[in-house]
């Protein structure tokens, strides 16, 4: 089994920075893709970035290109550093986990099997 925690979300000013980080663990061996995904209120969630298994690889949803960063120190902990913070922003941030297969970073909800519980980011106009 695969649990996934969050941490860092907060209230922010837009122009802010905000750092997530979500820790994995797991009792199978090996490594997992990573993604972050959000949910505005009234809307569908989506994808925001993912990192590959060892970290070489990342992918970006367009409206946070430049502004977000995701890495990763090792396994099991990632984190996504949010620049320039806009309202638009304002969500909450779910971290995903799936067991690596290849070297790609996954960019599609339906691609990931495991979730956390997700912090709330507020941007504040």
């Known amino acids: 089994q695969v649990q996934l925690v969050e941490s860092g979300g907060g209230l922010v000013p837009a122009g802010g920075s905000l750092r997530l980080s979500c820790t994995v663990s797991a009792r199978t061996s090996g490594t997992h893709v990573m993604g972050w995904f959000r949910q505005a209120p009234g809307k569908e969630r989506e994808f925001v970035a993912s990192?590959?298994?060892?970290?070489?690889?990342t992918d970006y949803a367009d409206s946070v290109k430049g502004r977000f960063t995701a890495s990763r120190d090792n396994a099991t902990t990632v984190h996504l550093q949010m620049n320039l913070l806009e309202h638009e922003d304002t969500a909450i941030y779910y971290c995903a986990a799936e067991p690596a297969l290849h070297h790609m970073p996954l960019i599609n909800i339906n691609e990931y099997s495991y979730w956390g519980q997700g912090t709330r980011v507020t941007v504040s106009s």
């Open positions: 990192i590959n298994w060892n970290g070489g690889r």
